[in-house]
């Protein structure tokens, strides 16, 4: 009886046992087919650009250039004597056998240099694209600059010259054209509907290598590294030979023209720029009509607004473009816009960043009147501009003379100070200031040098050095003091901190 017990609970444990194996197997497949599933959506869910290749691919070509370059003699080159190395040891009478002799003029010491001819040498490649059936085709400028044949290689391997219809440095935009119909050209996106994470993918000649695809996502819009241009970052693969190739969302469509690398070894680290499409097209309107492209100026020299010195004039956000130097009869002069003044808007458009500037105005027609709002002594300040054509850059040149230190006057920021001469202050076209004859911190180590010219503190026009002082002296500790500073011909805003 109590063997039978035994047995039965033997039993009893046993078939716990396989139940619980089974228990354990069953969780293990579930969990099993669970990561299966997970894997399988997650491999689902990335994009297949098959499709997008296959339409796209035809439309992007390949770019090599020659440019003509002197043909220097070699040791084997053409026009090279080869008989040079004999006369050096036996003089310069030496022919060889059979030739005859050289007559008073013939003397190969004494004839006349030729100059060299000029050949063709390849120059380098890049990318491009088609943006119409008809034969154009955008790259960048850098792709094409001093080159004197261009070839555009198809991915049927046909082969076309184009010429330049006309390229722009400044936004790194160049039209070309071949003579050719029914080319298949890629439409136009919009780069302003890009997202940071959103998957693009580009289709150009890395080192060479034609109709090379390779994809990412988008990093980062509006990377400010030029005047114009706000690019496109990703971390789409780009190397040289890519550049002026095309950058395309998944509908297939052209949001930008891949230009630059950000790298320390030459080749590809993770980081690429892109012309936004917008700001290629608007140039290519412009090129297609004259060959070259106009832009708007106003004449001033600006810089960035640090939080700081937008605290100290009282500016509520450090946004805007901080006037350094206006040109002298330029249209911000003529507009009444003064150094110091910190341009928060153009037009209707606001100014966020200094860099905004430049390319609003830019955009502008020349002879257009346009609205410009202001900040200064803390208030802003609206005024009219007629905007003119960019040329060639002016630098005003002007520098304040030395005087002596007789009547210095100390403050507190640590400066020494004295009365700015009348004839200095009309060559710098300036009233009032104090000019720096020595310096110390706290005002030296917010960058205030000697020789500046401190033309106003926070909101207050300076006028003598015993002005300034006491200007100063009645100042705030605890907030940062604003100081108005002409170096040369450039005026900035320095945040001085007294209380550090």
Do not use: C
């Amino acid at each position: 009886m109590q063997e039978q017990f035994y047995f039965s609970a033997f039993q009893s444990v046993k078939r716990a046992r396989r139940g619980l194996l089974a228990l354990v197997m069953g969780v293990v497949l579930i969990a099993g087919g669970i990561q299966h599933v997970t894997v399988h959506a997650q491999v689902a869910g990335l994009p297949d650009f098959t499709s997008i290749v296959e339409k796209a691919e035809p439309a992007v070509v390949n770019i090599r250039t020659t440019a003509k370059v002197a043909a220097r003699s070699g040791p084997q080159g053409q026009g090279q004597d080869p008989y040079e190395m004999f006369r050096h040891f036996f003089g310069p009478d030496f022919q060889p056998p059979g030739a005859r002799p050289p007559g008073p003029q013939q003397n190969p010491r004494n004839k006349p240099r030729t100059e060299p001819e000029e050949r063709s040498v390849p120059r380098g490649v890049g990318s491009g694209f088609f943006i119409s059936e008809d034969g154009y085709l955008l790259t960048n400028h850098h792709v094409v600059e001093g080159a004197t044949d261009i070839f555009v290689t198809l991915t049927d391997a046909r082969e076309f010259k184009a010429k330049v219809i006309g390229s722009d440095k400044r936004t790194d935009v160049a039209l070309l054209k071949v003579e050719a119909k029914g080319m298949a050209f890629l439409p136009i996106g919009n780069a302003k509907l890009l997202k940071k994470g959103q998957w693009v993918m580009a289709i150009g000649s890395p080192f060479g290598l034609e109709s090379t695809v390779t994809s990412g996502i988008v990093s980062a819009l509006g990377r400010e590294t030029g005047d114009y241009l706000p690019f496109i970052q990703t971390d789409v693969a780009v190397n040289p030979g890519n550049s002026g190739g095309p950058l395309l969302n998944l509908k297939g469509e052209v949001v930008g023209i891949n230009a630059q690398i950000v790298s320390r070894s030459g080749g590809f680290m993770g980081i690429s720029l892109a012309i936004p499409i917008e700001e290629a097209m608007s140039v290519v309107d412009q090129l297609r009509a004259s060959g070259s492209v106009t832009r708007g100026r106003i004449g001033v020299q600006i810089g960035e607004v640090s939080k700081d010195v937008a605290q100290a004039i009282g500016l509520p956000k450090a946004e805007g473009a901080l006037v350094g130097g206006v040109e002298p009869d330029a249209p911000a002069d003529k507009a009444g816009v003064l150094p110091g003044d910190v341009i928060t808007k153009f037009g209707d458009k606001p100014i966020s960043r200094w860099s905004d500037l430049p390319r609003v105005v830019g955009e502008t027609k020349p002879g257009t009147t346009s609205t410009l709002e202001v900040w200064r002594k803390g208030k802003p300040l609206t005024l009219k501009v007629t905007v003119s054509e960019l040329k060639a850059d002016k630098t005003a040149a002007a520098e304040p003379s030395t005087a002596k230190p007789a009547d210095a006057v100390t403050t507190v920021l640590g400066m020494d100070v004295i009365p700015v001469k009348e004839d200095v202050q009309k060559k710098l076209r300036i009233q009032g200031g104090v000019q720096v004859t020595a310096v110390d911190a706290p005002a030296s180590t917010a960058g205030v040098l000697e020789g500046d010219i401190i033309l106003a503190v926070n909101d207050t026009d300076i006028t003598t050095p015993a002005q300034f002082a006491k200007v100063v002296a009645g100042l705030d500790a605890s907030r940062p003091v604003g100081l108005m500073v002409r170096t040369g011909d450039q005026t900035r805003w320095v945040a001085v901190r007294t209380d550090k």
